[in-house]
């Protein structure tokens, strides 16, 4: 797909991988919705990138929330063609630990806003897509990119809840991508690794290189515009149908 002139949202845009994936699309040509509940961020975002971006506060768990959400990018650029799926949550906590076993409360959180609220998004999103004109010869109407992580495959001590829901996503990839076939839209996850997002960014330094040491090359943290490429690339190459692609300079992590 020529993302020229098409519409997209993206969930999680007001920083991080997602504001990396808004301003890609933007240079890009495409117009932009951004999904997010901080306000003050997704604010700013748009003040920079100007005209081609509007912004929806949605929760991406709640289904009149994103119901509201689609309706309002209809309203603002009159079409959806692509979905891009980056908010999620990463709060730690062991099955069993220090103070007790983990409450059922915060896993349920995670998975709610990981791996529902992806597929919340997702479902709603595709939905409108299957509406589109075909866009090329072979009928593609939309793509859909969602984030797992590396931690879907070889999750630490302390993300049970966020392996789970990470492992979900990655797992959604195919179905979902059979599901929609019939509607000419696409359907692939990136699974990143170690990357230097906006909680990265409060890490001392030492942590930081000791991080960048455990990755087998390049010894560096990942960066949002590598994801932002990735996507751009998954979304530009029809063929891509139903992968999850890791993207973590072939780090495999240690179980603490």
């Known amino acids: 797909m020529n993302v020229k002139d098409k519409v997209a949202v993206?969930?999680?845009g007001a920083s991080?991988?997602?504001?990396?994936?808004?301003?890609?699309?933007?240079?890009?040509?495409?117009?932009?919705?951004?999904?997010?509940v901080n306000e003050a961020k997704a604010k700013e975002a748009v003040q920079q990138l100007g005209e081609s971006v509007q912004y929806v506060l949605v929760n991406v768990a709640d289904d009149e929330?994103?119901?509201?959400?689609?309706?309002?990018?209809?309203?603002?650029f009159g079409a959806i063609h692509i979905c891009v799926n980056c908010a999620g949550v990463g709060t730690p906590g062991k099955t069993i630990g220090k103070k007790g076993v983990?409450?059922?409360?915060?896993?349920?959180?995670?998975?709610?806003i990981n791996l529902i609220g992806t597929f919340n998004v997702l479902r709603l999103a595709a939905n409108?897509?299957?509406?589109?004109?075909?866009?090329?010869?072979?009928?593609?109407?939309?793509?859909?990119?969602?984030?797992?992580?590396?931690?879907?495959?070889?999750g630490q001590m302390g993300q049970a809840a966020y392996?789970?829901?990470?492992?979900?996503?990655?797992?959604?990839?195919?179905?979902?991508s059979r599901d929609l076939?019939?509607?000419?839209?696409?359907?692939?996850?990136?699974?990143?690794?170690?990357?230097?997002?906006?909680?990265?960014?409060?890490?001392p330094d030492k942590v930081i290189e000791k991080l960048a040491a455990s990755v087998e090359f390049p010894k560096r943290l990942g960066r949002p515009s590598e994801y932002a490429e990735l996507a751009l690339f998954m979304i530009e190459h029809e063929y891509l149908?139903?992968?999850?692609?890791?993207?973590d300079g072939g780090i495999r992590m240690s179980p603490r």
């Open 10 to 12: 993206v969930t999680g």
């Open 16 to 36: 991080g991988l997602g504001l990396a994936t808004v301003t890609r699309l933007v240079e890009k040509g495409a117009k932009v919705v951004i999904f997010d």
């Open 65 to 76: 929330s994103v119901q509201k959400g689609i309706s309002q990018a209809l309203e603002a």
């Open 102 to 112: 983990l409450p059922l409360e915060d896993f349920n959180r995670v998975i709610g």
């Open 128 to 154: 409108e897509m299957k509406n589109n004109q075909p866009l090329t010869d072979s009928g593609e109407r939309g793509v859909i990119i969602n984030t797992a992580s590396v931690a879907a495959f070889d």
């Open 163 to 176: 392996g789970a829901s990470k492992a979900g996503v990655a797992g959604m990839a195919l179905p979902v």
């Open 181 to 203: 076939s019939q509607f000419g839209i696409r359907v692939n996850t990136i699974a990143p690794g170690l990357f230097m997002t906006p909680m990265a960014d409060t890490l």
């Open 241 to 247: 149908n139903g992968e999850v692609i890791r993207l």
